[in-house]
């Protein structure tokens, strides 16, 4: 999970593997966007995911979002070494792109 | 795919010198934005700007801080004058339209102010 107090997150986990990171957060939001952030570079969207949808899907990548719950997810399916990479959830609650993000998981894909 | 570029990519600053980051947005965006990303924490939202004017800034974006675009030429934090704990990497992003759109982020300018 992202939000909150914790630290930033670490995973690790072999090349092949499924892997699913999760983002609750606190306060309405009409989108949740996944972005991936490589070592010295700033963060790129992969997935976008608005509040009338509950799943989208791109590629290996599948985000879901339960606005019940607040909660969003985020799958990798049989992950890659490229796939090495911190991943962000963020949110945007007044719908004008202030968006506020989450610690992060950091994602280490071993061969 | 689009680029948001940032100049310079690092800059090293005396405490009370000003700085000025300057950012260079995809070229039919409308909205500019400025993140603060603290090591080894998460991003956090300092302005966001449109048509010359700010709509939006958080209780991060100080006195010290002020924003510009002069004639559509490159978007500018500037910070005036600096404090050890503006030490960070700075992000500039932009986005076509406000709300539930793309946003793009340059690759940061780490700032370290001695």
């Known amino acids: 999970s992202q939000w909150g107090e914790e630290n930033l997150q670490a995973l690790s986990i072999q090349e092949g593997e499924d892997v699913t990171m999760n983002c609750s957060y606190k306060?309405?939001?009409?989108?949740v966007h996944w972005y991936r952030q490589d070592s010295g570079r700033g963060p790129a969207l992969i997935i976008l995911i608005r509040s009338n949808e509950r799943e989208k899907r791109s590629g290996r990548l599948r985000a879901t979002l339960d606005t019940s719950s607040q909660s969003s997810s985020l799958s990798i399916t049989a992950a890659q070494c490229e796939d090495t990479a911190v991943y962000f959830c963020?949110?945007?609650?007044?719908?004008?792109?202030?968006?506020?993000f989450g610690q992060g998981t950091v994602l280490s894909v071993i061969p | 795919g689009p680029k948001v570029l940032q100049i310079p990519s690092h800059q090293i600053i005396d405490m009370g010198q000003m700085v000025t980051l300057n950012c260079d947005p995809v070229s039919n965006h409308l909205y500019f934005y400025w993140y603060k990303q603290i090591l080894g924490q998460q991003m956090e939202f300092l302005v966001n700007?449109?048509?010359?004017?700010?709509?939006?800034k958080s209780k991060l974006f100080k006195d010290q801080f002020s924003v510009e675009r002069p004639d559509g030429s490159y978007f500018t934090l500037k910070i005036q004058p600096t404090a050890l704990e503006d030490s960070a990497v700075y992000f500039c992003?932009?986005?076509?339209?406000?709300?539930?759109?793309?946003?793009?982020f340059g690759k940061g300018t780490r700032l370290t102010v001695v």
């Open positions: 306060t309405y939001t009409t989108v």
């Open positions: 963020a949110t945007d609650s007044g719908g004008n792109n202030k968006l506020t």
């Open positions: 700007f449109y048509n010359g004017k700010v709509m939006e």
């Open positions: 992003a932009s986005s076509l339209d406000r709300g539930r759109e793309e946003v793009f």
